[in-house]
């Protein structure tokens, strides 16, 4: 064997070696995210526990906003969640959430702290929690044409 020979096979071992050690620190990172991804959940859980608890899961499809009576709903805010993901695929939209409050449930009973609620658009609950089945033909063309 000449030199040049000898010097790629020693090249050829180290780069070998070093795709093992990059491999093991990527599937190591890989398994630390999900650890963390997996404490992340399990402390959320934790957290929401008390609150699971007492009200179930329902508290993500109920609408309702009542602190005087316990009945707390998450529509509102997922929803808000919801229109801050799509972001400007569906344009300025209060324009046409105020043109159509027919697509929302009045919140009438209930208070911030500040505000209470009323029948209408109040400071507390806004026009009202969205009714998801009249909000989305608001939307789909919007959707659409901009794709």
């Not at 070093?18 to 992340?40: E, I, N, Q």
């Not at 929803?79 to 324009?95: E, I, S």
């Amino acid at each position: 064997m000449d030199a040049r020979a000898l010097t790629y096979q020693t090249v050829m071992r180290r780069e070998a070696r070093a795709d093992v050690v990059f491999s093991l620190l990527t599937r190591s990172s890989a398994y630390l995210v999900l650890a963390l991804l997996a404490g992340v959940l399990l402390t959320l859980i934790y957290g929401s526990w008390p609150a699971l608890r007492i009200f179930k899961f329902g508290f993500l499809t109920h609408e309702v906003w009542d602190p005087v009576a316990s009945q707390f709903g998450a529509v509102a805010p997922l929803y808000a969640g919801l229109f801050a993901a799509f972001g400007n695929k569906l344009g300025f939209v209060t324009p046409k959430l105020w043109l159509n409050q027919g697509a929302f449930t009045d919140i009438t009973v209930g208070s911030n702290g500040i505000y209470s609620a009323a029948p209408g658009p109040d400071a507390c609950s806004g026009i009202g929690a969205p009714i998801g089945t009249r909000i989305a033909p608001l939307f789909i063309a919007a959707a659409v044409a901009s794709t």
